[in-house]
């Protein structure tokens, strides 16, 4: 009787012990599947942070350059259309015919004011009409549409229009070069200096050291 007592008691220690360490691997699980929870849920946003910021500046560059270019093909379209003015074609004629020959990131803005005016809306009300063109872009259209609503002879208007929009882009590219030396110096002092001093100091001072 007495060894099956402490039999008995040994076997309910040892479940005891047994118990204890089965919470405790538990216990240690758990915080290992929170653990990695957590790192899991803190990386998500910081990589979709970061890939928002990196493809909204990816996008506004793309804006910027389409722009750009838009502005710097401006005075041929005006120059274009005057032709076609001059030629005895009407406004609607000759912006149809600019906006065939425009460079494509010039003819995005052409294209809705044609359209507009296609679909009943006089020429003057079309070219008001606001939209997400440059700002040079929207002002030759609003002067354009001045001229129309006041009855201004339109080609000197355009031949204007274009000269202005020539020295623009000229004092443009102008203060552009100006910078260009600035933006020089980060390559000049990590690139070509570092280079210099390893392809003829370095090896001056290594032959010194081997001949002393």
């Excluded at 041929?76 to 259309?81: G, Q, R, V, Y």
């Excluded at 912006?95 to 009943?120: C, F, I, Y």
Aim: net charge positive; proline share 6%; with cysteine.
């Amino acid at each position: 009787m007495l060894s099956m007592g402490w039999s008995l008691a040994l076997l309910a220690f040892s479940a005891q012990i047994i118990t204890a360490q089965q919470r405790r691997d538990a216990t240690r699980s758990a915080q290992h599947v929170r653990r990695r929870s957590g790192a899991r849920v803190t990386r998500v946003p910081l990589v979709r942070n970061a890939w928002v910021v990196v493809t909204s500046m990816k996008r506004r560059s793309i804006e910027r350059h389409d722009e750009r270019v838009a502005r710097s093909e401006l005075p041929a379209a005006l120059d274009l259309i005057a032709v076609g003015i001059g030629s005895g074609a009407s406004l609607l004629q000759s912006m149809e015919l600019a906006a065939k020959w425009a460079h494509p990131n010039l003819q995005v803005h052409l294209t809705p004011v044609l359209r507009r005016a296609d679909l009943g809306a006089t020429l003057g009300h079309s070219l008001m009409y606001p939209s997400q063109s440059p700002s040079e872009v929207c002002e030759a259209f609003g002067v354009l549409a001045m001229a129309v609503a006041l009855g201004t002879p339109l080609q000197p208007t355009l031949l204007r229009l274009s000269a202005e929009a020539r020295t623009r882009e000229a004092r443009a590219a102008a203060a552009h070069a100006r910078t260009i030396p600035v933006r020089m110096i980060f390559p000049l002092v990590l690139c070509v200096l570092p280079a210099f001093v390893l392809l003829t100091v370095v090896p001056a001072l290594v032959a010194g050291w081997h001949g002393m």
